[in-house]
């Protein structure tokens, strides 16, 4: 769906770290994206690979201390959002960018109602009555599939189920008409069917809504169903940047190569062992002076350990940070 | 809710009455003797027709039973008597729980001292809890700041200088030196007017203070630690992400959660108030409760000591119920049926 339009979201060198006890640990390292309205963009990377704290950050939703924005250059519509007072900030979320948690058994305040829960960002946001904002409850459970709605805003969290659950987490995403969606691994907590039920949900609510959304997720599969455009991340960098399909076809980074070759085959011959990428990812105590997936990678030379790679273009709209090119089998020059 | 209370109250009776027993077992192994503060004038076989006429003579499950009898039918029969003005019975010939010192029903002498033990000690539990609260809140948002760290060494020594430490220094600071405080309280102080209150408040602030600040310290401890476990709370980051204000995302999401745990610890400290008093009361003479029961045991007083005892006994277990039943009101998840 990438078309021609303004990004409405644009960030740019964003570099986080924590700052601990044990020292700094940089989770975010010169991460650079935008995303058009309407466009579904995919996130993959494995566990700490700085998915999520990337997206946190854009709103200032770490905890700080430990985790602050050290760099970057953030600009949702044009606006300066690390600019932006406390204030401002507000308004965004909930108001303009909605979030969806991973886990809606803990993400949902267990003593509150979910009508109470469901109507605060309309309360603050769209300063509706209490009765406008109920009967707007209403319709969001209705919209996100929840049976008897009206019935259930009364209900707490605990007599939901957990698919009810992250549904109900949607329902208040969506409260004020979000321009743009954060959905932080929405459906990994969840079971399979469940899953397929969330994505179609999804899916259907990004044609009646026509919002963008930001779809963070370690599943590969999900991934190929759903998104636009794709990111892959390694060791808190964007490591290759493309259209999904292009990103199936023709990936271009040793990373996502290793990363399509752990998901078995439904058809033809099976490997006797599931495939995985050996070694550990790379601690990220200090910032980057080498490829992250050197350790890791069969095809690392010399330059891999001495110098981080940049993002390269390698067709329109496909970049990717490596030194390797596989259309020659060498070493890119340049 | 109230199939459960009434099933938790009917499984209070035989409990009570437990404790009733071990109380009266224990004090009746105990080698006291409530003729001994007599003068030594005073013949053996005097003294032994003192205790006879005590009941002393009689074996110990008849002296339970007799104190059965009185505590539980005609003591509530006479309250009741009061009350409404009606007579049931022959309420002239009905054996009270009289004290041995003092000759009078033991439930009249508590009449008398409940309203000093509930000012003093009463108050400095609700200006301990008042203290308590904003201390845990603020020290857990700003976890480590000095703010924080004061509040640890207030709570540090609140809590393990004895309540005799502080009450003595107090009035050595404020009686002695600035000569602010009268350093004993005044039960026959009434008050009539301002300048009376104004009086009575002056000789309750050094008490009130004193065991103020050591409940303080223990209850902003379960506050902050309570705070802290829901501030890394998954809602909270959801509630930010709505664009709740950060106040609201402490004092009503956070907050809520925070106070199920401390709600409980509140009320199951109220009835330790009530006993853990008695070191503040004789520091600075209020006659309350506590000093009642120092007295009853001082001078052997089976019927008041046993009484006194069995009534904290009665409000333990009642706080106990009140604790699990606030705790179901508090708490959506928790459904007694």
Redesign the interface.
């Known amino acids: 769906m990438p078309d021609g339009s303004e990004p409405i979201l644009d960030v740019h060198d964003l570099k986080t770290i924590f700052r601990t006890r044990d020292g700094e640990v940089h989770a975010v390292n010169s991460v650079s994206f935008s995303i058009r309205p309407g466009e579904l963009l995919g996130v993959v990377g494995e566990s700490g690979s700085g998915k999520s704290v990337t997206m946190m950050s854009l709103m200032g939703l770490l905890p700080s201390p430990p985790a602050e924005v050290v760099r970057g250059d953030i600009r949702y519509q044009g606006h300066d959002v690390r600019a932006m007072s406390e204030a401002q900030l507000r308004k965004l979320r909930g108001g303009d960018i909605g979030f969806v948690f991973q886990d809606p058994m803990t993400s949902l305040n267990p003593v509150f109602t979910v009508g109470y829960q469901l109507v605060e960002p309309l309360r603050i946001h769209l300063k509706l009555s209490k009765r406008a904002a109920s009967v707007r409850a209403a319709e969001l459970l209705a919209l996100v599939g929840i049976p008897d709605a009206a019935k259930r805003l009364g209900d707490f969290p605990h007599q939901f189920s957990g698919g009810m659950r992250q549904r109900v987490m949607i329902a208040i995403a969506l409260a004020c008409d979000p321009k743009v969606l954060i959905a932080d691994e929405p459906t990994t907590a969840l079971d399979v069917t469940i899953q397929a039920q969330i994505i179609e949900l999804i899916k259907d609510l990004r044609q009646k809504l026509g919002m963008a959304i930001v779809w963070i997720t370690h599943d590969l599969g999900v991934i190929a169903e759903i998104a636009d455009r794709v990111l892959v991340m390694y060791g808190g960098q964007i490591v290759e940047h493309a259209p999904v399909r292009e990103l199936f076809r023709n990936p271009q980074h040793p990373y996502t190569r290793a990363l399509l070759e752990t998901i078995p085959r439904v058809d033809g011959a099976r490997d006797a062992r599931l495939r995985s990428i050996s070694g550990q990812p790379p601690s990220l105590a200090a910032h980057p002076a080498s490829c992250p997936f050197a350790a890791r990678c069969p095809h690392a030379f010399e330059r891999c350990l001495a110098e981080n790679p940049a993002r390269r273009l390698v067709s329109p709209g496909h970049d990717v940070a490596c030194f390797w090119d596989f259309a020659t089998g060498g070493a890119h020059h340049g | 809710m109230l199939n459960y209370t009434l099933r938790r109250l009917m499984f209070a009776i035989p409990t009570l009455l437990l404790i009733s027993f071990i109380i009266f077992a224990i004090l009746d192994l105990a080698p006291n003797d409530p003729t001994a503060s007599l003068p030594l004038t005073i013949p053996p076989d005097v003294r032994q027709q003192i205790r006879e006429s005590l009941g002393l003579d009689q074996a110990m499950p008849i002296r339970y039973f007799k104190w059965c009898v009185q505590f539980f039918w005609n003591e509530p029969l006479n309250i009741l008597e009061q009350w409404t003005g009606w007579t049931i019975g022959d309420s002239e010939n009905r054996l009270r729980v009289i004290s041995w010192q003092t000759r009078s029903p033991v439930v009249d002498l508590i009449v008398e001292r409940m309203p000093q033990t509930l000012w003093v000690v009463g108050m400095s539990y609700v200006l301990g809890i008042l203290i308590a609260l904003p201390i845990g809140i603020l020290s857990a948002y700003k976890q480590y700041s000095w703010f924080d760290q004061f509040g640890t060494l207030f709570s540090m020594a609140g809590f393990s200088v004895p309540t005799f430490f502080t009450g003595l220094l107090f009035i050595v600071i404020f009686s002695v030196n600035l000569q602010l405080f009268p350093s004993v309280y005044d039960t026959t102080h009434e008050v009539t007017d301002w300048a009376s209150f104004w009086v009575q408040v002056r000789q309750m602030i050094m008490p009130t203070m004193v065991l103020a600040l050591f409940n303080a310290a223990q209850i902003s401890r379960f506050m902050r630690a309570s705070m802290l476990d829901n501030l890394q ?3 909270v ?10 106040r609201s995302v402490v004092l009503i ?1 956070v907050l ?2 925070s106070m ?1 745990p401390v709600v409980t610890v509140i009320a199951l400290g109220v009835p330790q108030v009530f006993g853990g008093a008695i070191i503040t009361e004789q520091i600075f003479r209020v006659n309350g409760l506590g000093q009642l029961l120092i007295v009853g045991i001082q001078g052997a007083d089976i019927p008041l000591v046993q009484t006194l005892t069995f009534i904290f006994a009665v409000l333990i277990v009642a706080f106990n119920l009140v604790a699990d039943l606030l705790y179901g009101i ?4 928790i459904r007694y049926d």
């Open positions: 709370q998954d809602y980051r959801t509630a930010r992400a709505k664009g709740v204000r950060e999401h809520r959660n199920i508090l708490d959506p998840r």
